[in-house]
C-alpha cells in the first residue's frame, strides 16, 4: 500500500514539474479592426488558433495582446491567423521591460524602458 501511495505522490509531482515547464508567452500585435465586430470576430476565432490560451483586444489603441504556449506555436503562425481572417498583425515591438532578452538590454537589472526606446525603438 505504501508503494503504491509514494508512486501517485511522486507521479502528483512529475506532473505537476511538467505543467510548469511549458513557458506561456504573452505578445502584442498591432491589427487593423474597426469596430467591436471585428473585436468580437478576432477573439473568437484568434482564440481557436492552437496554443493560444488568452486573448485581449482593445479597440481604441488598435492591439491584440496574445497569450500562447510557445512549444504549440509562435508570432508567424498568429499572424497567418490574423490573414486567413482577413485582418493584418504586425507585432509591436517590445519594451525593454517586458522583453529584457532583446539585443538592446540584455542585463535585465540595467533594463530601462526610455534606454530601450531610445536604442530600438520600442514602445
Excluded at 71 to 82: A, K, P
Amino acid at each position: 500500500m505504501r508503494k503504491i501511495v509514494a508512486i501517485i505522490v511522486i507521479s502528483f509531482f512529475a506532473f505537476a514539474l511538467n505543467a510548469q515547464e511549458k513557458e506561456k508567452v504573452e505578445t502584442t500585435f498591432n491589427v487593423n479592426m474597426h469596430c467591436m465586430s471585428c473585436v468580437n470576430k478576432i477573439e473568437k476565432n484568434i482564440a481557436f488558433e492552437k496554443g493560444v490560451k488568452g486573448i485581449s483586444c482593445n479597440l481604441e489603441a488598435k492591439t491584440v495582446t496574445v497569450t500562447y504556449r510557445a512549444d504549440q506555436t509562435n508570432t508567424d503562425n498568429l499572424i497567418e491567423g490574423f490573414a486567413k481572417i482577413g485582418y493584418t498583425g504586425v507585432t509591436v515591438k517590445n519594451s525593454c521591460k517586458s522583453d529584457c532578452s532583446n539585443a538592446c538590454c540584455a542585463d535585465k537589472n540595467k533594463c530601462k524602458k526610455q534606454d530601450c526606446t531610445k536604442k530600438c525603438g520600442g514602445s
